[in-house]
């Protein structure tokens, strides 16, 4: 298995502008989390979904972010308009069915908001 | 919170020589999780104690758990400069996903 994929790896981009990131899980993982990774705060736990449906979007932290999970092997993270201060790591995971497996990260996408 | 701590936030050692990393958390946990990230890469899963469990080992790695203080520890002996990277331990509680701490960082010096 090629393990957790994210695209892009890098992404620079201007404020205001919008952007999309976006996920492959490991085949037949259940769970699917969206984190984010700042020197700051450390790491965000922003969305998860179990079996494609969002459970909880409470770290999502403001309405300018949505995540969608259209099929078992794809998801989204869109932030629109992107701001300086969304400047971060983002990284996704997949688990298997239960909330305190093993996740398994993806190598994350490094944003950069100008 | 739930969220694991862990403690001391930074460590450098030289190659050869223990490591040891503390958790300590706040409520009642199912099982606690470490992982590693190495620099620019996701998190990966180094091992799982489940909350019944006192200690358990994986190669070089030594995990223990004390639930009355709710705490826990990872000890990586015969430490290598590979060994150098972000350490995390993640809580699990309930019908919640994994609470991560704010990471050990782990300086090996050759």
């Known amino acids: 298995d090629a393990g957790v994929i994210q695209s892009p790896r890098h992404e620079v981009t201007e404020m205001g502008q919008e952007v999309t990131l976006r996920c492959k899980p490991i085949s037949g993982h259940n769970s699917l989390f969206w984190y984010r990774q700042t020197m700051m705060r450390g790491l965000e736990l922003l969305i998860y979904f179990n079996n494609n449906v969002p459970i909880d979007d409470s770290g999502m932290p403001e309405d300018r972010f949505s995540a969608k999970m259209p099929n078992a092997s794809f998801s989204t993270l869109k932030i ?29 996408t490094r944003l950069t908001v100008l | 919170s739930q969220q694991g701590e862990e403690d001391p936030q930074a460590l450098s050692i030289q190659e050869g020589e223990n490591a040891t990393m503390n958790c300590s958390y706040k409520t009642s946990i199912n099982n606690l999780q470490w992982y590693r990230q190495n620099s620019g890469r996701g998190l990966v899963h180094l091992i799982l104690i489940r909350s019944n469990e006192r200690e358990k ?50 300086s090996v010096i050759a």
């Not at chain 1, 992107?82 to 093993?102: I, M, T």
């Not at chain 2, 070089?60 to 015969?78: E, F, N």
């Open chain 1, 80 to 108: 629109q308009p992107s701001e300086p201060r969304d400047s971060a790591v983002y990284f996704c995971a997949s688990g298997g069915y239960g909330w305190g497996n093993e996740q398994f990260f993806g190598p994350g």
């Open chain 2, 57 to 106: 080992h994986s190669g070089r790695l030594r995990v223990t758990l004390d639930t009355s203080k709710k705490s826990s520890s990872l000890l990586i002996t015969a430490s290598r400069a590979a060994d150098t990277a972000s350490y995390f331990c993640a809580t699990s509680a309930g019908n919640t996903p994994l609470v991560f701490g704010k990471g050990t960082r782990l």
